[in-house]
């Protein structure tokens, strides 16, 4: 019996909600009214049938500590019984047919057991399990990518799956928190510490160069929307959710994972970044239980993320600053104004800061933790369940609030930006079974979400952006001086640090105050539904139909607020008058999934024979726009403003696939799968052939061999496939396109894609081979798993020559990239007694990507234009050691590092590995000797005489700003003379994955651990620092480089602190254009404290006593401790969320530690009980 055909198994039902377009919003009654206006029918029918039934009674223990087992499967073979075991372990069959039946116990974490009992119409039957512990799950039951509900060991692939018992005590809030460290090769990518910020996920790693490299995921069978981000409004790359977190975490019953084209061919040309499939739970017979939680916790931005503002004072006082106007070239009167602000002068800064502060010596402002305070979190939520013979149903809600650690009050209690994300979840299953062979089941959930964030990352009108690039000795306030408030320089006497009204007492260094920057506002609503109906029909014993028709739909609306004159500290000119953008997204999916099974036996062979279909259907509209310049306050909507623009956009795709499968088994031990899909997509127009994608794969299970006698080894499995999968490209890539081109004149078009009537789906080719074995009776189990992965056929963007006005690239079938891997899992029960359990377990993923050939097509930098961001797509390079001798062929990881590299140590004889002086010496420096500067421009490093002489030269002439003409050489190791090709790192770890325990203390206490770590050449880049560093507006503000200029500027100063200052400098601080990329890079290594899930069962009898039959107590904790050597804001940290760029930033603008937020540290109490 397959598990879909189950009635009481641990349940499955939906996950997702919506809004349909051109209706008005749902409410929480249009989701749940019906729900529980079928309950009576429900009720009604678990009523006993009168047909001539028995009973069958028993509790299920451990065989061991005698431990009672809850939720385990209880299924009578050959029928659609079923049970789950209660709080006690008890269970109930009702409605046995009469004579000699089977009984299989399953339970993940247990091995399976049958028995055989005989059932009577005169008294219940009594049948007892003990089962033996096994961290071995040959026998667990899945059914994404196969067609059908089969055991794991069947399949030759690998398939992950994750329990809702892994996740009951963990802390865990969202979908992505449950799926996070849970599997080797399974990536969830935070990007930042905002509340209701979505995860990127990836897979073993990038299936493609352009299109997502994002997973399928579907709910119950049903594809869903799994996008993220905001329409046209936005808030710097980060704070942005994601439409997969609208499912709710606590009706996962499982998750199960496809991680790659072996595993997913019949998905077909969407599944190359591998498949997610969220089972969701379902009712169990007998009288409804309702279960309820209640959950309130607190987090704290971790102390010391944020580098404190550093500065120094040039002059004492505002006399001897004012006489140096010809040293800045200024005038008296602009150079007494810079003296009131932009220049450090001692009497100004010690009144605004409330301590003394004298000339040259650096001090620091803590300004930045202003915006940090206790976010809170709670969570409420209920859930019923509960039917009979011909109906079983469950239905949840829930009520989900955080306020994150970021705040404004304490810099302006009027400001708008919030760090808020609300949800309310609904979702009701029904499973009716109507005949004995027909089974029906309806799903729908219901999201209702609030987010709001404020502006972030790199954006120069973010908070925190603003606050991080600050200049603590530009602090002034002149606007309360000149509205006569304040002491004598406009401060604020009883706050330090802080302006008696409007001013800049952070020291801004461009573009906005951070209080002005709090002044703006993003939001986004969003609605999302999910429903399914599957028809599932035993037409005869060997052959089984299924269907499953579903919907998901999304309506999410933003908008970005500047609110009428919000320059409060009449600093930034940017929009003053205001401007309101607003946007829609709609975005519909429809799923058809019909199939076919015929299943039999012939003598030592079995078959499993399924043919069958799938479609989807995907329809988005995003529309928008925006108007800025108000007539006045509170006329704040779009419509209002002088100036407005709207943009609107359709799209949609029909994919459509049949599928055949077979499946051989000998004996139960060897199997042999093969399968084939064959697909055809809308984007390749009405004459586009059909794709076709095989599988092949093989497992054999010699430990389920009569013969075998291997006492050290309980279990063995030996497995390998084979598979492809595809990805498509987008709706028009193939096409001829023009866009419109407003202008006064009036309309008009202008060319836009320049089409390729050859574009086809990239094709991926994964092979696989993996071994499961369980050691000292399933008590330690090892799972090892190869895989590689070639994409061929690889959709690149291509720059062709701009005929007839067609300037953006093309997609071109011509790439080729490699990915390759090891997953590792090991499981060990290292006690089981009655009083104590402790099992540990760990997981490990090694990634090796290679771009090995982008198809002659030039490297293609991520990012755009924006020269900071040194991500590349590049193919290989040859480099030589002699004209003509190949010394190596360097192959680059997508997303790979180039830039600009300070020229090397004598050490090792560096030389040119391309170009002209190929084979010969290139320029490098001795220390102690010479420096890597070139001052008097012949090439070659100076000496550190002649730095000192030109660092004097500079004092002498009193420049301003002598740290910007000290330029150190740039490295050119392939002798091109391009200087920003250095290669600098990849930002993808070689190593990552997690390890911990879950310990059982007595049978009531548990507590379970969670560390996660990255390792292994993880290169992040510091963009953060490397503005703080070394940018002379809005940066040279930590405490190296602030101490670095102080010492040329100080006359006060040794040669020999200058020489050292200088070269620091160099080796360290250093960055941005012309620059790019150099000393902003760093290891990212870390192991990060992820879980800690400390849980108390209150014993029966004490929980009746409060009018339940369970109650449980938590105390958790998430991101607890990290230990880095990064010394960034966050090694998790990255510049964009999930959805917070163009596809190719989505995809490969990683690791990038860019004015973000780290992730908080939070702590929750939560109480269960259930009746």
């Known amino acids: 019996m397959t598990t879909s055909e189950q009635r009481t198994t641990l349940p499955r039902s939906a996950t997702s909600s919506a809004y349909f377009p051109g209706r008005p919003p749902m409410l929480w009654s249009k989701v749940l009214t019906p729900s529980f206006l079928l309950l009576p029918v429900v009720l009604a029918g678990a ?29 009578v073979v050959g029928t659609r019984l079923g049970a789950v075991s209660d709080q006690q372990g008890n269970y109930t069959l009702t409605n046995v047919p009469l004579g000699r039946v089977t009984v299989r116990v399953r339970m993940l974490g247990y091995s399976s057991m049958s028995s055989a009992v005989d059932v009577s119409s005169d008294a219940p039957a009594t049948l007892n399990f003990a089962l033996s512990p096994s961290v071995i799950t040959l026998e667990e039951v899945v059914v994404t990518g196969t067609g059908g509900a089969v055991e794991k060991k069947q399949l030759g692939n690998t398939i992950a799956t994750i329990d809702s018992n892994v996740i009951k005590n963990a802390p865990v809030q969202s979908f992505s928190e449950a799926i996070a460290a849970r599997e080797p090769g399974v990536q969830v990518l935070p990007s930042s510490g905002l509340v209701g910020e979505g995860a990127r996920i990836r897979i073993r790693g990038n299936a493609s160069l352009s299109q997502n490299n994002e997973p399928v995921v579907y709910v119950d069978g049903v594809r869903v929307d799994n996008g993220g981000g905001f329409t046209i409004a936005g808030a710097g790359g980060g704070g942005t959710p994601s439409r997969l977190d609208d499912i709710n975490s606590e009706t996962i019953e499982r998750v199960e994972i496809l991680k790659g084209a072996a595993a997913a061919t019949l998905y077909g040309s969407e599944a190359n970044a591998g498949v997610i499939q969220v089972f969701t739970k379902r009712g169990t017979a007998g ?69 003394t502060i004298t000339p040259f010596q650096v001090f620091e402002s803590d300004y930045i933790n202003d915006f940090f305070d206790t976010g809170y979190y709670s969570n409420y939520s209920a859930n019923v369940s509960g039917g009979g013979p011909t109906v079983i149903y469950n239905v949840a809600a829930r009520l989900n609030r955080e306020d994150g650690p970021f705040t404004v009050n304490r810099v302006d209690r009027a400001a708008l930006a919030n760090d808020v994300n609300r949800k309310t979840f609904g979702s009701a299953s029904i499973v009716l079974f109507p005949r004995q062979r027909l089974q029906l089941r309806a799903t729908a959930m219901f999201t209702d979400v609030h987010h709001e964030t404020p502006n972030n990352g790199n954006n120069i009108y973010g908070v925190l952006s603003s606050a991080q690039n600050s200049k603590p000795e530009q602090s002034d306030c002149e606007e309360s001086r000149k509205l006569g408030l304040g002491g004598a320089f406009g401060q604020d006497p009883a706050r330090p640090d802080r302006c008696a009204g409007p001013g800049d007492p952070s020291g801004s260094g461009a573009f906005i105050t951070p ?137 949609s795709i029909v994919n459509l696939g049949a599928m055949a499968q077979e499946q051989v088994g000998y004996h139960d031990w060897a199997f042999l799968t093969l399968g084939a899909r064959w697909d055809r997509n809308s984007a390749f127009g009405e004459s586009s052939p059909w794709a076709f ?29 084979v598979g492809r999968s595809g990805q498509q490209p987008g709706a028009f890539d193939k096409f001829t396109t023009y866009a419109s081109l407003p202008s006064e004149l009036g309309p008009g078009f202008q060319p836009s894609n320049l089409g390729n009537d050859s574009l086809k789906p990239e094709v991926s080719t994964e092979r696989e081979l993996g071994a499961e074995v369980g050691l000292l009776q399933n008590r330690l189990g090892l799972d090892v798993t190869w895989w590689l992965r070639n994409t061929v056929d690889a959709l690149v963007q291509k720059q062709f020559p701009a005929t007839a006005g067609f300037t953006s690239p093309q997609l071109v079938n011509i790439g080729w990239l490699q990915g390759q891997g090891w997953d590792f899992k090991v499981n060990a029960l290292v006690v089981d007694r009655a009083n104590l359990s402790v099992n540990v377990f760990a997981n490990a993923a090694f990634l090796s990507q290679k771009i090995m050939s982008m198809g002659g097509a030039a490297p293609i930098k991520v990012g755009g234009s924006y020269p900071r961001y040194r991500n590349f797509l590049r193919g290989p ?144 880049t510091n963009l953060t620092d490397a503005f703080r560093k070394s940018s002379p507006t809005i940066g040279r503000n930590v405490r190296g480089a602030a101490e670095i200029e102080a010492t040329l500027l100080n006359p006060a100063s040794t040669p020999v602190q200058r020489q050292a200052a200088a070269m620091a400098w160099a080796r360290k601080y250093k960055a941005l254009s012309p620059y790019d990329g150099l000393n902003q890079n760093e290891s990212g290594d870390f192991l990060r404290w992820r879980e800690l899930g400390i849980t108390y069962l209150v014993p029966s009898s004490i929980a009746r006593r409060f009018g339940v039959d369970n109650l449980a107590v938590s105390l958790t904790g998430r991101n607890i401790r990290l230990w880095t050597g990064y010394t960034g804001i966050d090694p998790e940290e990255n510049t964009i969320g999930r959805g917070g760029g163009g596809q190719l930033d989505n995809n490969y603008l990683d690791a990038v530690d860019g004015w973000g937020l780290p992730l908080p540290t939070s702590w929750t109490f939560s109480v269960r009980f259930g009746f």
């Open 47 to 75: 009523a006993p049938l009168s047909a001539q039934t028995g009973t069958i009674r028993g509790e299920i223990r451990e065989a061991s500590a005698q431990n009672p087992i809850v939720g385990a499967q209880i299924l």
């Open 287 to 355: 009288p409804p239980k309702f279960s309820f939680r209640m959950d309130q916790g607190i987090s704290r931005s971790p102390q010391g993320a944020f580098k404190p503002l550093a500065g120094f004072a040039r002059y004492a006082d505002t006399t001897s600053c004012i006489a140096d106007a010809a040293v800045f070239g200024r005038t008296v009167t602009a150079q007494r104004t810079a003296c009131r602000s932009t220049i450090g002068v001692a009497d100004r800064l010690s009144a605004i800061y409330g301590r």
């Open 515 to 651: 209080r002005e920057a709090a002044y703006q506002k993003v939001a986004q609503g969003a609605e999302h539904f999910n429903g399914s109906l599957n028809v599932n029909y035993q037409a005869v014993p060997t052959v089984k139909l299924d269907l499953t028709l579903g919907m998901d739909v999304t309506n999410a609306n933003d908008f970005e607020l500047l609110p009428f004159r919000y320059n409060v500290d009449n600093y930034t000119t940017n929009e003053i008058l205001g401007r309101r953008t607003v946007g829609n997204r709609n975005n519909r999916q429809f799923t058809l999934d019909g199939k076919a099974t015929w299943s039999d036996r012939f003598s030592q062979f079995t078959s499993n024979f399924v043919v069958g279909t799938q479609g989807f259907v995907t329809r988005e509209q995003d529309k928008g726009g925006f108007g800025r310049d108000f007539p006045g306050p509170g006329i704040e909507i779009a419509g209002a403003g002088a100036i407005r623009q709207i943009q609107d956009t359709f799209l």
């Open 693 to 721: 994608y095989p599988k092949v794969s093989v497992s054999l299970v010699p430990s389920d061999l009569p013969s075998w006698h291997v006492p050290q080894i309980s279990s063995l499995r030996l497995r390998a496939a």
């Open 877 to 1020: 390079d040859t480099l030589y050691s002699a004209p003509g001798v190949i010394d190596e062929i360097r192959y680059y990881a997508p997303g790979s590092l180039l830039g600009a590299a300070l020229i090397p140590t004598c050490s090792g004889g560096p030389i040119y590995r391309g170009g002209p002086n190929v084979g010969q010496a290139r320029p490098c420096y001795t220390p102690g000797s010479t420096v890597p500067y070139d001052t008097d421009r012949n090439g070659q490093p100076d000496t550190e005489s002649r730095l000192q002489f030109y660092i004097d030269s500079l004092r002498t002439a009193r420049n301003p700003n002598p740290l910007d003409a000290l330029n150190p050489m740039f490295d050119d190791e392939d002798g091109d003379k391009d200087v920003l090709d250095n290669y600098l790192g990849k930002p993808e770890p070689d190593w990552q994955g997690a390890f911990g325990a879950n310990i059982t203390l007595r049978r009531n206490l548990q507590i379970n651990v969670l560390f996660e770590y990255k390792a292994g050449n993880y290169t992040i």
